[in-house]
C-alpha cells in the first residue's frame, strides 16, 4: 500500500496534542493563512528557490476553479531535551471551507498510484527545508529569477527556521507562497489531495512527515 494520510483535520486544529517520530510530544500553533493567486487553478508544491523553471514538478492532475486562495501552516512545537524548538508539520491550501471526506495523494500527469510500494508516495525535492504552492503558469516565468522575487521572499531565506508563510511576487506579477520546514536540511516530501463529499477538492496539504504516523519513503517525479 502507498503511504497513508495522517489526520490532517487534526494537524489543522489550534492547540491539538499530537506525537512526533520518536516519540516527542508536541502541540500544534496555526499560523495567519496568505492569500495565493492560482489563474490557471494548476497547483505545483516545489521549493522556491531551486524547484522553479525546467526541473519543476508537474501541475498536480487535481485542479480547482481560477481565483484567490489562502495558505496555513501548522507547526508544532516540543520540548528538544530541555530547549524549546519547533518545525512545520504541514502546509494547506485551502479551497473550500467544506470538510474533507477523503484524501489522495496528489499526482502529477505521469504518475501513476499503483507502481508505489508499500509506504511509497510521489513527492517534491527541497535542498534547505524552503517550500512554496504556486500556479502552475508561473512556473515558466519564474526559472531564473528566484533571486529576483520580492524583498518578502529574500528576507525570509535568511531568517529563523519554522517560519510562516509570506508572499512573494516575480518580475510579472507572478505569486508564491513560501514558508519553511524550520529543518535546513534536504527533504522529500508528498502532498495530498482532500475532496468533500460530492469530490470537489477541498484543499492541498504538503506533510513535511514529522508525526508519529509510518512513513517509508518517496519515489521521485
Known amino acids: 500500500m502507498p503511504l497513508a494520510p495522517p489526520d490532517f483535520t487534526a494537524l489543522f486544529t489550534e492547540g491539538h ?6 516519540g516527542r510530544p508536541a502541540t500544534v500553533t496555526l499560523s495567519e493563512s496568505v492569500d495565493l493567486a492560482l489563474p490557471t487553478g494548476r497547483v505545483v508544491v516545489c521549493d522556491p528557490f531551486t524547484g522553479l523553471g525546467p526541473f519543476a514538478p508537474r501541475p ?4 480547482v476553479p481560477p481565483g484567490r486562495y489562502s495558505v496555513t501552516v501548522a507547526t508544532v512545537s516540543f520540548d528538544n531535551d530541555g530547549t524549546p524548538a519547533r518545525v512545520a508539520a504541514a ?10 471526506a477523503t484524501w ?7 504518475d501513476d498510484v499503483t507502481d508505489l510500494g508499500e509506504g511509497e508516495f510521489f513527492g517534491y525535492e527541497t535542498d534547505h527545508g524552503d517550500v ?11 526559472a531564473g ?13 535568511t531568517a529563523g527556521f ?17 514558508f519553511n520546514t524550520g529543518r535546513r536540511r534536504s527533504g522529500f516530501y508528498p502532498t495530498w489531495v482532500g475532496r468533500t463529499d460530492s469530490g470537489a477538492v477541498a484543499s492541498f496539504v504538503t506533510d513535511f512527515l514529522v508525526l508519529a504516523e509510518p512513513h517509508d519513503h518517496g519515489t521521485r517525479r
Do not use: Q
Not at 511576487?169 to 508564491?176: D, K, L, S
Open 60 to 63: 498536480f492532475t487535481a485542479e
Open 162 to 178: 519554522a517560519l510562516p508563510p509570506v508572499r512573494a511576487t516575480g518580475p510579472a506579477g507572478e505569486e508564491v507562497v513560501a
Open 132 to 142: 512554496c504552492f504556486v500556479d502552475g503558469s508561473a512556473v515558466p516565468a519564474l
Open 91 to 100: 502546509a494547506r491550501l485551502s479551497v473550500t471551507t467544506l470538510p474533507e
Open 17 to 22: 496534542r499530537c506525537m512526533l517520530l520518536g
Open 145 to 157: 529569477h528566484e533571486d529576483e522575487l520580492d524583498e518578502a521572499l529574500i528576507a525570509y531565506a
Open 104 to 110: 489522495e495523494l496528489a499526482v502529477g500527469a505521469d
